[in-house]
């Protein structure tokens, strides 16, 4: 009966940290809390008791998480007696607290959360804060935001109207579903059928990029295996190993990205697509058919062979020879240059993820590595180093390996990079001291993300940002801007019986009874209708106070997000740090002032109610935006603001504490 006693008062204490606590409780017993992290604990013991009968997973085993976190830091304990360099000392509570959230989650804690943590004195805190991040919807709503730069996620497509929310959908749940980097990887590079099923959703990785399956290769190699090879898509890499006559074998494997059955809807289209009748509204029907579904589709597999192009300029072949697939390094897998077959982009995943050696574990693991401690252990962390040639071949062959025995589980890894006491170390101000890489010494400063300042600032403005409910996939049937035949068809029943025609005429009987329907007038007149329960994925305006991951990919040009540098996401990992006058303007006239510092109702100044003191106010507006209490002289500051200006001396507070650069790095 204790045991579930103190299991119920686990759960109710962890419901007054969750989403949507009430503002104005801002303090709770630290015994309380205490009892709490035991109580968590002992939840842990339970779980333990019923799987006492098997065998936990790596990645499910706590214990064993803690062992590789302490390995890790006894790799780099080694690095310091090897250079003599003093341990750094680690950071306060405060700085600790603030790191995590904007590491993990990618904001900044609420006063309420931030109170609650510094309040608890028990030394598995800071642990049980990972385990509490790791487990929230911040987490995937950040790691949404890295997976969309990495693969150059957008919504549509320059000069086409087919739409890319399927895949973006698709890579979202894959996050949210925690899909090991291996199966996430087989997905996208083996992907092949209709773009809006979601069981092939992950099509949009190709068609994202139709017209450009060079590129998209290139793309390929650098993000998962390190590999530059832009280069050599036109001549041999002179400053790398790949020839232009590997790069075409390697494009074999994924040669043949044709859209599902399109040639039997091009009699039709370019009948349509002429000047006389693209104005008409059967031009704007064709257009869904056209690019909305079979420019969303992918056909076979890879053919395994591809033609030189007409200016190849070298030796070992001539121009229009045909070559067959051949793998650049690791085990070498081939294909024919006699016959077509359908499983090269198969084999090409299956290479990428089991047969490069250590190449495609070292390169995700080094991707981890800098997202969690600031600076990888190689950089720049898409040009792959073997192991044994970086400045810390103990740890990076012991990090490649780890990501294999956690089965590429990415929050697992993360998660031992958290516990680790590399991570808790005070901020080093000075430039690595190593080469090409981290020396250890220190967080290294750097200025947020667009992302983080944007769900700092939104959670500032209107608390916790992920109790809103995420992103859904608007599957409605859109012509000429405006959805019709809504609560009848969807997207992916429409693409599933086009696709599904097999003849010319079967396609042009089916497209004339699709107008008469859509002609009819069964197009949208309230919200009413079963479909419209969902709300469209495009609804959210730029100031939309949601997540940067709920917002448009790209944002516009004037929101907040692009000015402060946000990937424009056409190349990979294209986001930027730079400041610029923009963003000066944007903080001190734009949205920060707005929604934030001039408006009453802010959550921020929520966090005053009860405050009966100036001394108590200013306290929790340092704790609400820098995740601390003031310094003695910063008290005096900010007292003698309020006395000189009075109550809107506290929007002086926060618009200068905003604007700090404190708020804007991460230290």
């Not at 039709?268 to 693209?278: P, S, V, Y």
């Not at 901020?427 to 010494?441: C, I, K």
């Given at each position: 009966?204790?045991i579930?006693l103190e299991?119920?008062?686990?759960g109710?204490?962890?419901?007054?940290?969750?989403?949507?606590?009430?503002?104005?409780?801002?303090?709770?017993?630290?015994?309380?809390?205490t009892?709490?992290?035991?109580?968590?604990?002992?939840?842990?013991?339970?779980s333990?008791?019923?799987?006492?009968a098997?065998?936990l997973k790596?990645q499910?085993?706590?214990?064993?998480?803690n062992?590789?976190?302490?390995?890790?830091?006894?790799h780099?304990?080694?690095?310091?007696?090897?250079?003599?360099?003093?341990?750094?000392?680690?950071?306060?509570?405060?700085t600790?607290?603030?790191?995590a959230?904007?590491?993990?989650?990618?904001?900044?804690?609420?006063?309420?959360?931030s109170?609650?943590f510094?309040?608890?004195?028990?030394?598995?805190?800071?642990?049980a804060?990972?385990d509490?991040?790791?487990?929230?919807?911040?987490y995937?709503?950040h790691?949404?935001?890295?997976?969309?730069?990495?693969l150059r996620?957008t919504?549509?497509?320059?000069?086409t109207?087919?739409s890319?929310?399927?895949?973006?959908?698709?890579?979202r749940?894959?996050?949210?579903?925690?899909?090991p980097?291996?199966q996430?990887?087989r997905?996208?590079?083996?992907?092949?059928?209709?773009?809006?099923?979601?069981?092939?959703?992950a099509v949009?990785y190709?068609?994202?990029?139709?017209?450009?399956?060079?590129?998209?290769l290139?793309?390929?190699?650098r993000v998962?295996?390190?590999?530059r090879?832009?280069?050599?898509?036109?001549?041999?890499?002179?400053?790398?190993?790949t020839?232009?006559?590997?790069?075409?074998?390697?494009a074999?494997?994924?040669?043949?990205?044709?859209a599902m059955g399109?040639?039997?809807?091009?009699p039709?289209?370019?009948?349509?697509?002429?000047?006389?009748k693209?104005?008409?509204?059967?031009y704007?029907?064709?257009e869904v058919?056209?690019?909305?579904?079979?420019?969303?589709s992918?056909?076979a597999?890879?053919?395994?062979?591809?033609?030189?192009?007409?200016?190849?300029?070298?030796r070992?072949?001539?121009?229009?020879?045909?070559v067959?697939?051949?793998t650049?390094?690791?085990?070498?897998?081939?294909m024919?240059?006699?016959?077509v077959?359908?499983?090269?982009?198969?084999?090409?995943?299956a290479?990428?993820?089991?047969?490069?050696?250590?190449?495609?574990?070292?390169?995700?693991?080094?991707r981890?590595?800098?997202?969690?401690?600031?600076?990888g252990?190689?950089e720049?962390?898409d040009?792959?180093?073997?192991?044994?040639?970086?400045n810390?071949?103990?740890?990076?062959?012991?990090l490649?390996?780890?990501?294999?025995?956690?089965?590429?589980d990415l929050?697992a890894?993360?998660?031992?990079?958290?516990?680790?006491?590399?991570?808790q170390?005070e901020?080093?101000?000075l430039?690595?001291?190593?080469?090409g890489?981290?020396?250890?010494h220190?967080?290294k400063?750097e200025?947020l993300?667009?992302?983080?300042?944007?769900?700092?600032?939104?959670?500032?403005?209107?608390?916790?940002p992920?109790?809103?409910?995420?992103?859904?996939?608007d599957d409605?049937?859109?012509?000429?801007g405006?959805?019709?035949?809504?609560?009848?068809?969807?997207m992916?029943q429409?693409?599933?019986?086009?696709l599904?025609?097999s003849?010319?005429?079967?396609?042009r009987d089916y497209?004339?009874?699709?107008?008469?329907e859509?002609k009819?007038?069964n197009?949208?007149?309230?919200g009413?209708?079963?479909?419209?329960?969902?709300?469209p994925?495009?609804?959210?305006?730029k100031?939309?106070?949601?997540r940067?991951?709920?917002l448009p990919?790209?944002?516009?040009?004037?929101?907040?997000?692009?000015?402060?540098?946000?990937?424009?996401?056409?190349?990979v990992?294209a986001?930027s740090?730079?400041?610029?006058?923009?963003?000066?303007?944007s903080?001190?006239?734009g949205?920060?002032?707005?929604e934030?510092?001039?408006?009453?109702?802010a959550?921020?100044?929520?966090?005053?109610?009860?405050a009966t003191?100036d001394?108590?106010?200013i306290?929790?507006?340092?704790?609400?935006?820098?995740?601390?209490?003031?310094?003695e002289?910063?008290m005096q500051?900010?007292?003698?603001?309020?006395?000189?200006?009075?109550d809107?001396g506290?929007?002086?507070?926060?618009?200068?504490?905003?604007?700090s650069?404190?708020?804007?790095?991460?230290?």
């Amino acid at each position: 009966m204790k045991i579930l006693l103190e299991i119920a008062m686990a759960g109710r204490l962890k419901r007054q940290i969750d989403i949507g606590r009430d503002a104005s409780i801002l303090r709770i017993d630290p015994k309380l809390m205490t009892r709490f992290v035991h109580a968590v604990l002992l939840l842990l013991l339970v779980s333990c008791i019923g799987l006492c009968a098997e065998v936990l997973k790596p990645q499910d085993d706590i214990k064993f998480l803690n062992k590789a976190a302490l390995q890790i830091d006894q790799h780099v304990a080694a690095f310091y007696r090897s250079k003599s360099l003093t341990v750094p000392k680690v950071a306060d509570d405060a700085t600790f607290l603030r790191r995590a959230f904007l590491v993990s989650i990618g904001r900044i804690p609420t006063t309420e959360e931030s109170l609650q943590f510094l309040e608890i004195d028990d030394a598995s805190k800071r642990a049980a804060l990972i385990d509490y991040l790791l487990a929230s919807k911040g987490y995937t709503s950040h790691m949404s935001n890295w997976a969309f730069d990495l693969l150059r996620v957008t919504d549509g497509r320059i000069g086409t109207s087919a739409s890319n929310a399927p895949y973006r959908h698709w890579v979202r749940t894959a996050i949210t579903n925690n899909m090991p980097w291996d199966q996430f990887t087989r997905h996208l590079i083996a992907s092949t059928g209709d773009g809006w099923d979601p069981a092939s959703a992950a099509v949009g990785y190709y068609t994202r990029d139709r017209g450009m399956p060079l590129d998209n290769l290139s793309n390929t190699m650098r993000v998962f295996l390190g590999a530059r090879m832009e280069c050599a898509q036109c001549h041999d890499d002179p400053y790398g190993k790949t020839e232009r006559h590997d790069f075409y074998q390697l494009a074999a494997f994924t040669h043949g990205q044709d859209a599902m059955g399109q040639d039997k809807m091009r009699p039709l289209w370019d009948e349509l697509a002429t000047d006389e009748k693209r104005q008409s509204e059967e031009y704007q029907i064709a257009e869904v058919l056209w690019d909305r579904i079979y420019g969303m589709s992918l056909e076979a597999g890879g053919t395994g062979q591809i033609e030189l192009p007409t200016d190849y300029q070298y030796r070992d072949a001539s121009p229009g020879d045909v070559v067959g697939a051949r793998t650049p390094f690791g085990q070498t897998v081939r294909m024919s240059d006699k016959r077509v077959e359908k499983d090269g982009r198969e084999k090409l995943a299956a290479w990428m993820v089991g047969k490069t050696g250590e190449q495609f574990s070292s390169v995700i693991s080094n991707r981890m590595w800098k997202r969690v401690m600031g600076k990888g252990i190689y950089e720049p962390v898409d040009e792959f180093i073997p192991v044994e040639k970086t400045n810390y071949p103990a740890l990076a062959g012991y990090l490649s390996s780890l990501m294999l025995e956690l089965n590429c589980d990415l929050r697992a890894f993360q998660h031992v990079l958290l516990l680790t006491r590399t991570f808790q170390f005070e901020t080093n101000p000075l430039p690595s001291s190593v080469d090409g890489g981290d020396d250890f010494h220190g967080r290294k400063i750097e200025r947020l993300s667009s992302e983080q300042i944007w769900d700092s600032l939104i959670t500032l403005a209107a608390g916790d940002p992920d109790k809103h409910p995420p992103r859904t996939l608007d599957d409605r049937i859109f012509v000429s801007g405006k959805p019709v035949l809504v609560g009848k068809k969807s997207m992916p029943q429409l693409s599933k019986e086009v696709l599904a025609i097999s003849s010319e005429k079967e396609l042009r009987d089916y497209f004339e009874k699709f107008v008469r329907e859509v002609k009819s007038g069964n197009t949208s007149q309230s919200g009413s209708a079963p479909m419209m329960a969902a709300k469209p994925a495009n609804a959210y305006n730029k100031d939309a106070k949601v997540r940067a991951s709920e917002l448009p990919s790209p944002p516009p040009r004037d929101h907040f997000l692009y000015l402060f540098g946000s990937s424009d996401r056409e190349v990979v990992d294209a986001s930027s740090r730079e400041p610029n006058v923009g963003q000066v303007l944007s903080l001190m006239n734009g949205f920060v002032q707005r929604e934030l510092v001039n408006k009453p109702s802010a959550h921020v100044y929520q966090s005053l109610d009860g405050a009966t003191t100036d001394k108590e106010k200013i306290r929790r507006l340092y704790i609400a935006i820098l995740s601390r209490p003031p310094k003695e002289e910063e008290m005096q500051w900010m007292l003698d603001e309020v006395k000189k200006s009075g109550d809107s001396g506290y929007r002086n507070i926060v618009s200068a504490l905003v604007m700090s650069s404190e708020f804007l790095f991460l230290q």
